[in-house]
């Protein structure tokens, strides 16, 4: 319904397997085939492109015929195996780029998936390690990645990530989600991340950096005002 009043086109992300929880005892999904039953229905109901994250190799086969764009965490960004396989089921591939990289080496990345025969590639933000415990955005990696010549997403929502700031879990800092994402529009980036929930605080992942419903319809009202009011920029 929100999406709706808007002319964005809207992609559903959510995770069959949150692999790379900070504690064991967090929670991590549903599993592989119960999580790509519910994609699926949430495809065909609602007439969506989906998109999940993968951890192995072995997963790329396997949620192909449900998943329109396989995302690869920000942790894997470099994981050769994963890289080339995802890239076989020749899927639209979205890196998220690792907190601990320059956007220049995402190029060594896009080469990975290219030696499949994929060009079908997006390339994620989600800010950079600031000393430890914390995270900060080079608004400049999203040209530089632009440069590259594939389509650029910026990650709102983990950007705001306080990694391992509670100890057993990750902190954030959810106030400054919508400032990042409308500072990302005048930026030329061609998607934007933003995790949504009817109530962050009772989020199984991820609640510190999580925006409610009811922000959310204001902030794609901001995002559309800002990107009516922009030129294209011209990048050298």
Same mark, same amino acid.
């Given at each position: 319904?929100?999406f ?9 992300? #959510?995770? &069959?397997?949150?692999?790379?929880? @900070?504690?064991? $005892?967090?929670?991590?999904?549903? /599993? ?8 699926? *229905?949430?495809?065909?109901e609602?007439?969506?492109?989906v998109?999940? $994250?993968?951890h192995?190799p ?14 690869? +965490? ?16 020749k899927?639209t591939?979205?890196?998220?780029k690792?907190?601990f990289? @320059?956007? &220049?080496?995402?190029? !060594?990345?896009?080469?990975?998936i ?5 060009? !079908?590639?997006?390339?994620t933000?989600?800010g950079?390690?600031f000393g430890?415990? !914390? ?11 632009k440069?590259? /010549?594939?389509?650029?997403c &910026? ?8 990694p391992?700031g509670n100890?057993?879990?990750? #902190?954030?800092?959810?106030? &400054? ?5 409308k ?6 980036? $061609? ?8 109530? +962050?605080k009772?989020?199984?992942?991820d609640? #510190?950096t ?5 922000v ?10 800002i *990107?009516? #009011? ?7």
């Open positions: 319904d929100i709706s009043k808007f002319d964005f086109n809207f992609i559903f992300k #959510a995770s &069959f397997d949150k692999a790379n929880r @900070s504690s064991i $005892d967090s929670f991590r999904g549903p /599993g592989l085939e119960k999580g790509l039953e519910i994609l699926q *229905k949430v495809k065909d609602f007439d969506l492109v998109t999940s $994250d993968i192995l072995s997963q790329a086969n396997v949620v192909k015929d449900v998943l329109d764009i396989i995302q690869i +965490p920000a942790f894997l960004c470099r994981q050769t195996d994963l890289l080339v396989e995802a890239a076989k089921t899927k591939i979205n890196v998220k690792g907190q990289m @320059s956007p &220049f080496e995402m190029k !060594n990345v896009i080469d990975k290219l030696s499949s025969g994929n060009k !079908n590639i997006i390339l933000d989600r950079t390690f430890y415990n !914390n995270l900060v955005t080079d608004f400049r990696a999203l040209l530089i990645m440069n590259f /010549g594939y389509p650029v &910026f990650d709102a929502s983990h950007s705001t990530q306080l391992g100890k057993t879990t990750s #902190a954030g800092e959810s106030k &400054f989600i919508p400032y990042l994402a500072a990302s529009v005048v930026m030329n980036t $061609d998607v934007i991340f933003i995790e949504c929930h009817p109530n +962050p009772k989020a199984l992942s609640s #510190a999580v925006i409610a419903l009811d959310l319809g204001n902030l794609l009202r901001d995002i559309e005002k *990107k009516n #009011a922009i030129t294209e920029p011209v990048l050298c």
